[in-house]
């Protein structure tokens, strides 16, 4: 997902003054949510005919996220967790995929811990045609403290018998 820098502008004044820098990390599915940016070539090309709520729900969504991780702050150690990933993607170019999971926990005494998980794959497993907006497996590897941040999924895709 890029977003577009002039609907970020907006942002500064809703924020606390100490809010520091604020990243937005975001995968991509086949099947998630569009029409959030005003660009003509943008809406053609796969985000569909712009809509102005939106664009304003995903800034209403990077404010709440700001308060959360706010309110979250702590002094935490961190632990680190790697893992091999089977069948779960193939490469389309008949290359082995990289599958390698790694999960960070930063974790502070007597709260809930905050994790990232990576892991190179294509999110492009919900079956087409979508019943409805899908946020595809990352959002079921998230939790309401953890994201996903998708690496370098290239030519990788879901598993399945038809190699095309």
Known sequence: MTFPPAATICLPPRLPKDAGEIWVCATHT?????????????????????KPAARQAVLDAILKAQKRAAAMLAPRSLVEAKGQVQT?????SGDVPDAEAVRLSFQAD????IELVHFAAHATTVHRPALALDA?????????NS????????????PCSDPT
């Open 30 to 50: 086949h099947s998630g949510m569009g029409n959030y940016d005003p660009n003509l070539l943008a809406q053609i090309a796969g985000t569909g005919k712009y």
């Open 147 to 158: 994201v996903f941040f998708q690496g370098a999924e290239g030519n990788v895709g879901p």
């Open 88 to 92: 779960v993607d193939r490469s389309r």
């Open 136 to 144: 595809d497996f990352p959002a079921r590897i998230e939790g309401p």
């Open 110 to 113: 007597g709260g809930a811990p």
